[in-house]
C-alpha cells in the first residue's frame, strides 16, 4: 500500500520527510517522491526504491518549511518517474493513497478546459482540479475544499500551495490519516509509524474530514463544512500499539483499512482507460485454460469457493476448490492444459505449498494469489497475483480476504472475452464499502449473540462461502461454535440443532436466490431460531415478520455482493468476541501463518 506523509514548520522539513518515508518503506513501493514549499515549488521524484530518491536530493537538494512525501505501489500508470507522487502543477503539489473513480470523469472535463495532463495516474487530476479552482478566483483552502467535494472513491490526501510556506492540506475518506502535533511543527501521514520520532500527540481524521494545518494549529473541518473537534491522544509512538492507531484492535482498525486496500488491490489490474484487467505477465497463456483447480486453507479457501461461482458462471471453464491439506491424499485426476491456482494470504501455507509442487510434477500451470510476492508460493508460480493488502497484524483475516475476493473478481474478469457491465461494479466497491463500515448495528446484537452457545450461518450462491467465513470468524476469534451451511441444506440435517437458544445468522442479498433463501428463513423462525438476516431494506422489508434483527446494507449488485457483505460478518464476530473479552488480535491455538503441516 502506498504511504504518504507531510509536515510543516519553522524549519527545513525535507530530511525529516524523506525519513518518514524510510519508515513507510514497509509497506512496499515501487517508486517514490518529495516536494517543499520555500516561495515556490520543489519537487524530486525517483523510480524504484528510496536509495534513488536519496541519490537525486544529494544531487538536486531542495529545502522549505512545508513538504509532503510518498510512497507508491503503481496501480494506475506504470512505475515510472513521470507516475510517482507528489503530482504537481504550477500551483500546487499533491500526494494521495488510494483511488479516485470518478477521475476518467473529471480528467475529460479538465482537458476540455484546457489543462493538460502528463501521467497516467488518477491522482493527477487532484492539483489540476484544485489549479482550476485557485485560477477562478478560490483561496487555497476553498479550492481544496471545492477539490475534495467532487471526488469519488477512497483516499487520503496532503496538499501544499506554492506561495504558502505555512500551509498543509489534507483530507480522508476509508483510508487512515494520523495528524500528529509538535513544536512549531505539525504532520500528517497515513501510518502514525512514519511519525514515530517526531510526535507523541496524535490525533485521527474521521471520513470526509479536511484539515487546515499550520506550523502551529490543525483546524479540523467535517462533512457539513463546520469546524469539528477531534479527539488528541497521547502515545508513546512506539512497538505495536502505534500500528492500531485511533482503533482498540488491529483487527477492527484492519476492517476500516479495507475500501484503500480494496482500491490498490483493484488498481493493479484495472485500467480504467481501456476498461480492462490486466494482469501480470504469465509464462503461460491464459487463453489455453481448460479446468482451474484452486487449491487452499482456511478464510483463502472460503474466497475460492466463491471464485469457482465466478469463474463459471461468467468465463465457463470448470473449477474445483480443494482444501489444501486433503489435496494429495484424494489422488488428483489432471486435465492437459489445467492451471493450479493457489490462495494463500502469507505466501508461505505449507499445505498449499506441497499442493503446488505436487501439482507442479503432474505438469499444471501454476498461479497463485499471495499477499508477500516474495514468498515461497509465489517462487513456485508461473504467473503471480499479488494482493496489496498491506501488513495484516491480526491473526483472524479481514482485508486480506476482500483482498483476495478483488483479485479473483479481476481474474474471473480477465477469463472472459467479454464481460459488460461487470467491471464498473467492481470499481465501485470501495465507496460502497466506506458507507458499509458505517452501519451501527453491531453492538446491541453483540450483548445477545455473547451468551449464545451455537451460531449459524446460512447462504445460498456467493452468500453460501460467505456464511462459512463469517461463522469461521466468530469461532476463531470468540470461541463461540458456529457453523455455516448452504441454505438449503438446513432440512438434511442441521435444523434439528435450532432452538430458541441458536442465533441464525442468514447472509441473503435481494438477488436471484432471495426467494428461496426466504422460505429457509421462515423454517428456521418457526421452530423458534433467532434471525439475523443481512441484506438490502427490501430483504429487511419482505422478511420483517420472521426477523429477530436485520443489518441493512445499501443495494449492490450481485456479482460484488460477497466482497461487501463479509464486512457485516466480520464486524458482528468482532463486536461479539470484544464483549466476551477475548484476545482478538491473537486469539488462542492460532498462528498468522502456517508453516507445517
Same mark, same amino acid.
Given at each position: 500500500?502506498?504511504?504518504?506523509?507531510?509536515?510543516?514548520?519553522?524549519?527545513?522539513?525535507?530530511?525529516?520527510?524523506?525519513?518518514?518515508?524510510?519508515?513507510?518503506?514497509?509497506?512496499?513501493?515501487?517508486?517514490?517522491?518529495?516536494?517543499?514549499?520555500?516561495?515556490?515549488?520543489?519537487?524530486?521524484?525517483?523510480?524504484?526504491?528510496?536509495?534513488?530518491?536519496?541519490?537525486?536530493?544529494?544531487?538536486?537538494?531542495?529545502?522549505?518549511?512545508?513538504?509532503?512525501?510518498?510512497?507508491?505501489?503503481?496501480?494506475?500508470?506504470?512505475?515510472?518517474? *513521470?507516475?510517482?507522487?507528489?503530482?504537481?502543477?504550477?500551483?500546487?503539489?499533491?500526494?494521495?493513497?488510494?483511488?479516485?473513480?470518478?477521475?476518467?470523469?473529471?480528467?475529460?472535463?479538465?482537458?476540455?478546459?484546457?489543462?493538460?495532463?502528463?501521467?497516467?495516474?488518477?491522482?493527477?487530476?487532484?492539483?489540476?482540479?484544485?489549479?482550476?479552482?485557485?485560477?477562478?478566483?478560490?483561496?487555497?483552502?476553498?479550492?481544496?475544499?471545492?477539490?475534495?467535494?467532487?471526488?469519488?472513491?477512497?483516499?487520503?490526501?496532503?496538499?501544499?500551495?506554492?506561495?504558502?510556506?505555512?500551509?498543509?492540506?489534507?483530507?480522508?475518506?476509508?483510508?487512515?490519516?494520523?495528524?500528529?502535533?509538535?513544536?512549531?511543527?505539525?504532520?500528517?501521514? %497515513?501510518?502514525?509509524?512514519?511519525?514515530?520520532?517526531?510526535?507523541?500527540?496524535?490525533?485521527?481524521?474521521?471520513?470526509?474530514?479536511?484539515?487546515?494545518?499550520?506550523?502551529?494549529?490543525?483546524?479540523?473541518?467535517?462533512?457539513?463544512?463546520?469546524?469539528?473537534?477531534?479527539?488528541?491522544?497521547? %502515545?508513546?509512538?512506539?512497538?505495536?500499539?502505534?500500528?492500531?492507531?485511533?482503533?482498540?484492535?488491529?483487527?477492527?482498525?484492519?476492517?476500516?483499512?479495507?475500501?484503500?486496500?480494496?482500491?490498490?488491490?483493484?488498481?493493479?489490474?484495472?485500467?480504467?482507460?481501456?476498461?480492462?484487467?490486466?494482469?501480470?505477465?504469465?509464462?503461460?497463456?491464459?487463453?489455453?485454460?481448460?479446468?482451474?483447480?484452486?487449491?487452499?486453507?482456511?478464510?483463502?479457501?472460503?474466497?475460492?469457493?466463491?471464485?469457482?461461482?465466478?469463474?463459471?458462471?461468467?468465463?465457463?471453464?470448470?473449477? *474445483?476448490?480443494?482444501?489444501? %491439506?486433503?489435496?494429495?491424499?484424494?489422488?488428483?485426476?489432471?486435465?492437459?492444459?489445467?492451471?493450479?491456482?493457489?490462495?494463500?494470504?502469507?505466501?508461505?501455507?505449507?499445505?498449499?505449498?506441497?499442493?503446488?509442487?505436487?501439482?507442479?510434477?503432474?505438469?499444471?500451470?501454476?498461479?497463485?494469489?499471495?499477499?508477500?510476492?516474495?514468498?515461497?508460493?509465489?517462487?513456485?508460480?508461473?504467473?503471480?497475483?499479488?494482493?496489496?493488502?498491506?501488513? *495484516?497484524?491480526?491473526?483472524?483475516?479481514?482485508?486480506?480476504?476482500?483482498?483476495?475476493?478483488?483479485?479473483?473478481?479481476?481474474?474471473?474478469?480477465?477469463?472472459?472475452?467479454?464481460?459488460?457491465?461487470?467491471?464498473?461494479?467492481?470499481?465501485?466497491?470501495?465507496?460502497?464499502?466506506?458507507?458499509?463500515?458505517?452501519?451501527?448495528?453491531?453492538?446491541?446484537?453483540?450483548?445477545?449473540?455473547?451468551?449464545?452457545?451455537?451460531?449459524?450461518?446460512?447462504?445460498?450462491?456467493?452468500?453460501?462461502?460467505?456464511?462459512?467465513?463469517?461463522?469461521?470468524?466468530?469461532? *476463531?476469534?470468540?470461541?463461540?461454535?458456529?457453523?455455516?451451511?448452504?441454505?438449503?441444506?438446513?432440512?438434511?440435517?442441521?435444523?434439528?440443532?435450532?432452538?430458541?437458544?441458536?442465533?441464525?445468522?442468514?447472509?441473503?442479498?435481494?438477488?436471484?436466490?432471495?426467494?428461496?433463501?426466504?422460505?429457509?428463513?421462515?423454517?428456521?423462525?418457526?421452530?423458534?431460531?433467532?434471525?439475523?438476516?443481512?441484506?438490502?431494506?427490501?430483504?429487511?422489508?419482505?422478511?420483517?415478520?420472521?426477523?429477530?434483527?436485520?443489518?441493512?446494507?445499501?443495494?449492490?449488485?450481485?456479482?460484488?455482493?460477497?466482497?461487501?457483505?463479509?464486512?457485516?460478518?466480520?464486524?458482528?464476530?468482532?463486536?461479539?468476541?470484544?464483549?466476551?473479552?477475548?484476545?482478538?488480535?491473537?486469539?488462542?491455538?492460532?498462528?498468522?501463518?502456517?508453516?507445517?503441516?
Amino acid at each position: 500500500m502506498c504511504g504518504i506523509v507531510g509536515i510543516v514548520s519553522s524549519e527545513n522539513v525535507s530530511q525529516k520527510i524523506f525519513e518518514s518515508l524510510e519508515r513507510l518503506e514497509y509497506r512496499g513501493y515501487d517508486s517514490a517522491g518529495i516536494a517543499v514549499v520555500n516561495g515556490e515549488l520543489q519537487r524530486r521524484r525517483a523510480q524504484g526504491k528510496l536509495a534513488n530518491l536519496k541519490k537525486e536530493l544529494k544531487k538536486s537538494p531542495i529545502a522549505g518549511n512545508a513538504g509532503i512525501g510518498h510512497t507508491r505501489w503503481a496501480t494506475h500508470g506504470l512505475p515510472i518517474t *513521470e507516475n510517482a507522487h507528489p503530482h504537481s502543477t504550477a500551483k500546487v503539489s499533491v500526494v494521495h493513497n488510494g483511488i479516485i473513480e470518478n477521475f476518467l470523469e473529471l480528467r475529460k472535463e479538465l482537458e476540455k478546459a484546457g489543462y493538460k495532463f502528463t501521467s497516467q495516474t488518477d491522482t493527477e487530476v487532484i492539483p489540476i482540479l484544485i489549479t482550476y479552482y485557485l485560477d477562478n478566483g478560490e483561496s487555497d483552502f476553498k479550492a481544496f475544499q471545492k477539490t475534495i467535494s467532487r471526488l469519488h472513491g477512497a483516499f487520503a490526501i496532503g496538499a501544499i500551495f506554492n506561495g504558502n510556506d505555512n500551509l498543509l492540506m489534507a483530507a480522508k475518506r476509508g483510508s487512515p490519516l494520523a495528524i500528529g502535533y509538535g513544536d512549531d511543527e505539525m504532520f500528517m501521514a %497515513s501510518d502514525a509509524i512514519a511519525l514515530a520520532p517526531l510526535s507523541q500527540k496524535i490525533c485521527y481524521l474521521e471520513d470526509d474530514d479536511i484539515a487546515k494545518i499550520t506550523s502551529t494549529s490543525c483546524e479540523v473541518f467535517g462533512k457539513d463544512g463546520k469546524s469539528a473537534e477531534r479527539e488528541v491522544k497521547i %502515545s508513546n509512538i512506539s512497538g505495536a500499539a502505534v500500528g492500531k492507531g485511533n482503533y482498540r484492535h488491529f483487527m477492527l482498525k484492519e476492517i476500516h483499512e479495507q475500501p484503500i486496500a480494496i482500491a490498490q488491490t483493484l488498481n493493479a489490474y484495472y485500467d480504467p482507460f481501456n476498461a480492462k484487467i490486466n494482469l501480470p505477465k504469465a509464462k503461460f497463456d491464459l487463453r489455453d485454460i481448460r479446468k482451474i483447480t484452486i487449491v487452499a486453507c482456511g478464510t483463502s479457501y472460503y474466497a475460492g469457493m466463491v471464485a469457482k461461482y465466478w469463474i463459471e458462471q461468467i468465463a465457463h471453464i470448470p473449477v *474445483e476448490v480443494d482444501v489444501a %491439506s486433503e489435496y494429495r491424499y484424494r489422488k488428483p485426476v489432471y486435465q492437459k492444459g489445467g492451471m493450479f491456482l493457489a490462495i494463500s494470504q502469507s505466501g508461505e501455507t505449507a499445505d498449499t505449498l506441497a499442493a503446488i509442487k505436487h501439482a507442479k510434477a503432474a505438469g499444471q500451470y501454476i498461479a497463485s494469489i499471495v499477499n508477500v510476492p516474495q514468498s515461497s508460493i509465489a517462487r513456485e508460480s508461473d504467473l503471480i497475483i499479488p494482493t496489496l493488502a498491506g501488513p *495484516e497484524i491480526g491473526v483472524a483475516s479481514t482485508k486480506a480476504f476482500t483482498c483476495q475476493l478483488t483479485a479473483l473478481a479481476a481474474l474471473a474478469i480477465a477469463l472472459t472475452p467479454s464481460v459488460p457491465g461487470l467491471l464498473p461494479q467492481l470499481a465501485d466497491v470501495p465507496s460502497l464499502l466506506t458507507d458499509i463500515l458505517h452501519i451501527d448495528a453491531y453492538e446491541d446484537l453483540a450483548d445477545e449473540m455473547s451468551l449464545a452457545k451455537t451460531v449459524l450461518y446460512i447462504g445460498r450462491g456467493t452468500s453460501y462461502p460467505i456464511a462459512m467465513e463469517g461463522a469461521l470468524k466468530l469461532k *476463531e476469534i470468540s470461541y463461540i461454535h458456529a457453523e455455516g451451511f448452504g441454505a438449503g441444506e438446513l432440512k438434511h440435517g442441521p435444523i434439528a440443532l435450532i432452538d430458541e437458544s441458536v442465533p441464525v445468522v442468514v447472509i441473503a442479498p435481494y438477488d436471484e436466490y432471495f426467494a428461496k433463501t426466504a422460505s429457509n428463513v421462515r423454517e428456521v423462525a418457526a421452530r423458534g431460531g433467532k434471525v439475523i438476516l443481512i441484506s438490502n431494506s427490501k430483504g429487511c422489508k419482505e422478511l420483517k415478520d420472521v426477523t429477530y434483527k436485520c443489518i441493512k446494507m445499501p443495494f449492490v449488485p450481485s456479482f460484488v455482493a460477497p466482497i461487501l457483505y463479509a464486512i457485516p460478518a466480520q464486524l458482528l464476530a468482532y463486536h461479539i468476541a470484544v464483549k466476551k473479552g477475548t484476545d482478538v488480535d491473537q486469539p488462542r491455538n492460532l498462528a498468522k501463518s502456517v508453516t507445517v503441516e
